[in-house]
């Protein structure tokens, strides 16, 4: 069977007709996708866009790309939320790609973050909503493997933030 695009002119029609071929047995070899276990990732962002939170919040949407120990590549959905309780998760994300400036002026947006890569812990959140479980990025690691440091000191490590602690 021949792979891509097949383009046909229909003659009474007078359209051209665009269609693609492919072996619907090929759907049966993986059902839905598999979550990455969870780990550190090298991570690559593949799209990102500016959105509204649900609550009206500004938050760069973005898409991560990340090689499942299985050789292919895996999909990771994260959000930086502009509201004080994630700023923290912008500045991680900064910090560990290359935009410490972009944190500092306090400005970013979806095309500075678009072809990033860098180095993301990964975990498995449960799923809710009748949604099933789900990856998420606890933190952005810097080169050397860490988190980045807080920019005031702080006793206690902050908690990754979960989507229900975001007010959005």
Not at 5 to 19: E, G, K, Q, W
Not at 47 to 57: A, D, P
Not at 83 to 99: R, S, W
């Amino acid at each position: 069977m021949q792979k891509g695009i097949i383009t046909s002119y229909h003659p009474l029609l007078h359209v051209r007709i665009d269609f693609m071929e492919f072996n619907p047995e090929d759907g049966a070899t993986k059902s839905g996708f598999e979550l990455l276990p969870p780990g550190d990732y090298d991570i690559e962002v593949i799209e990102s866009e500016e959105r509204t939170s649900q609550k009206g919040n500004q938050m760069i949407a973005l898409t991560l790309q990340a090689k499942h120990p299985d050789g292919y590549e895996s999909r990771i959905w994260d959000y930086l939320v502009s509201v004080p309780a994630a700023v923290f998760k912008i500045k991680m994300f900064c910090d560990a790609t290359g935009l410490t400036k972009h944190y500092e002026g306090g400005k970013l947006t979806a095309k500075d973050c678009l072809g990033k890569r860098a180095k993301a812990r990964v975990i498995v959140e449960e799923g809710r909503d009748g949604f099933g479980d789900r990856n998420s990025v606890a933190e952005y690691l810097t080169s050397s493997g860490v988190a980045p440091a807080a920019t005031e000191p702080a006793t206690t490590v902050p908690a990754p933030v979960g989507e229900s602690d975001i007010p959005f």
